[in-house]
């Protein structure tokens, strides 16, 4: 959790990237400065606003014609995703608030959520206490708040470098307009310019390649920014190295840059450059046909922006899609499979999109609006509730514990009981490997081992007045046997099994169907699927 201004920062950068794949330029239009306002992004701390994120999985058709019931349900819900975040508030310190809701194809879970420095607390509508994170806890680095801050600044200033150098180079989008216009944002009407942009198909291969040779052409801007990430690099010397990130910039020797080391770094940059450069024009060369299929018009980027006077971004929706031309990609995999050069473009995206793959394409759109941007914002504090649930255990539960944090009716429930499968529990032995395997009788009756089988569905086991005590936690019941009697108690009630608890060469076993089903759960015998000639015993429950 101690890494949320990071995450923040990192979430920013992402919708940057989307931005900048359509709305850069290196020249202005319409008086409106693109590179200036791309900076201007990134220097954003505080604003309100609300966002929403959907993704799309676009299906085959007919392609889940032969998908069992439960395989259907499971795409619909990671086919159509939808994040909506309202009120949101963030401050310059990292502090947030906000308020939404997940969506998975019909199903949704609305949720509240505020963060500080030291506590975060998700409350879900359908959980029957909030969530708390300790986020100083999580941290564990010790690391002193001056530190902290400076190491913070110092990761703001390399990405301004990086990204300072990266927009400066951006190429101008295919399709690009900029007229004025207004907007109502968070309740007022706000004047500024909007700005549509657009690249589809086979323009987005070519705005790749002329961005290739605009960074290319820029070793001196490289070179620069080289310099100055070496500089921050040495003021943060050890924060650096607790986090590994030293790393990126082996290249550079410690100490003040000297112009050989730099050249060198330099040279590694524009050889990498170079490569992905001539790969792209051997591409281009030899495999136009599938380069059309794979940029076919239905794989595009584009988006709206509306900007303010400060350059602001204030309201955007940025939307993208990937779909190749899946029948043209086949007809040029077969040509190639029939050659003398497989293992191409088509060859190798027919290998990622088989009959196998239910989805054609994927569809994502983030839009957003923005107001009191860089200003005092106060997010709701996280105060949750003496008996919140702590959310560093969570981790450590068993399935059915973390199920026992929600209302049976709920959907959060349904998904992880009955489309995640988180409280199910399935135990395997094999006769001819098993440790303590299970013993087949000359009546045909199983027996399993009692202390790894209860262990299996973390039941615990102990021994109390000559008897065998099982307590399952899952369930709530207690098993009550003695070696060598087939009268047993389950749950307060004496039942008869069909064989006695037997001691054999030190270990207990008992009658599997007995004791498996005592504890809600079911076994079978399968043949085991790398050799038929092996068979397995299966012990499954879902409590």
């Excluded at 470098?161 to 180079?169: E, K, L, P, V």
């Excluded at 690099?233 to 410690?254: D, H, K, M, N, R």
Aim: aromatic share 6%.
């Amino acid at each position: 959790m101690r890494t949320w201004m990071t995450c923040r920062r990192t979430a920013g950068l992402l919708l940057l990237a989307l931005i900048v794949a359509i709305m850069a330029g290196c020249q202005a239009l319409g008086g409106v400065d693109f590179n200036a306002m791309l900076k201007q992004s990134l220097k954003v701390t505080s604003y309100e606003g609300s966002q929403t994120v959907e993704f799309k999985l676009l299906p085959k058709e007919d392609a889940l014609k032969e998908a069992s019931k439960e395989e259907k349900a499971l795409f619909d819900l990671i086919a159509a995703v939808k994040l909506e975040l309202h009120h949101v508030k963030i401050a310059k310190d990292g502090a947030m608030s906000a308020d939404g809701k997940l969506s998975l194809g019909a199903k949704s879970i609305a949720f509240k959520a505020e963060m500080d420095a030291k506590l975060a607390v998700i409350d879900l509508e359908e959980a029957k206490r909030p969530i708390k994170f300790r986020m100083a806890a999580a941290a564990g680095a010790g690391a002193a708040p001056e530190a902290e801050a400076q190491f913070t600044e110092t990761l703001k200033q390399m990405s301004d470098a990086a990204s300072g150098f990266a927009i400066d180079n951006l190429p101008n989008p295919a399709h690009l307009t900029v007229v004025p216009g207004q907007a109502q944002i968070g309740g007022e009407n706000v004047g500024g310019m909007k700005i549509h942009a657009e690249l589809k198909g086979e323009e987005l291969f070519d705005w790749v390649k002329s961005y290739v040779d605009a960074l290319l052409a820029d070793k001196e801007g490289l070179k620069a920014v080289l310099i100055e990430l070496q500089k921050l690099v040495e003021s943060q010397t050890e924060g650096l190295q607790s986090t590994g990130a030293e790393s990126i910039f082996g290249s550079l020797p410690a100490g003040e840059p000297d112009t050989q080391s730099v050249e060198e770094a330099a040279d590694g940059v524009v050889q990498l450059l170079t490569e992905i450069k001539d790969g792209m024009a051997k591409a281009e060369k030899e495999n136009q046909a599938e380069l059309r299929s794979l940029f076919a018009n239905n794989t595009y980027v584009k988006g709206d922006l509306f900007i303010d006077s400060k350059l602001d971004i204030r309201q955007s929706v940025i939307e993208a899609s990937i779909k190749p031309d899946l029948e043209a990609l086949e007809a040029a995999a077969t040509k190639e499979a029939d050659g003398d050069e497989p293992g191409s473009i088509a060859e190798n995206a027919m290998g990622q999109l088989d009959e196998s793959v239910p989805f054609e394409g994927i569809w994502i759109k983030v839009t957003s609006d923005r107001w009191n941007v860089n200003g005092d914002v106060k997010p709701v504090k996280p105060n949750p509730p003496r008996l919140a649930i702590d959310g560093d255990r969570i981790a450590e539960m068993q399935g059915y514990e973390v199920l026992r944090l929600f209302k049976p009716d709920s959907v959060m429930y349904d998904l992880l009981r009955n489309q995640a499968h988180i409280s199910k529990q399935t135990i395997t032995m094999y006769p001819a490997f098993s440790e303590d395997a299970p013993i087949i009788t000359p009546a045909g009756l199983t027996l399993i081992p009692l202390r790894s089988t209860a262990n299996g569905f973390h039941a615990s086991l102990k021994k109390e007045a000559g008897r065998l005590i099982v307590q399952d936690p899952a369930t709530g019941t207690t098993i009550s046997m003695k070696a060598g009697s087939n009268l047993v108690t389950v749950g307060g009630k004496q039942i008869k099994w069909s064989f006695p608890p037997t001691l054999i060469k030190g270990v207990t076993y008992v009658p599997a169907r007995n004791f498996v089903n005592a504890l809600g759960g079911t076994l079978k015998w399968e043949a085991d699927e790398y050799d038929p000639e092996f068979r397995v015993l299966v012990m499954t429950r879902e409590p």
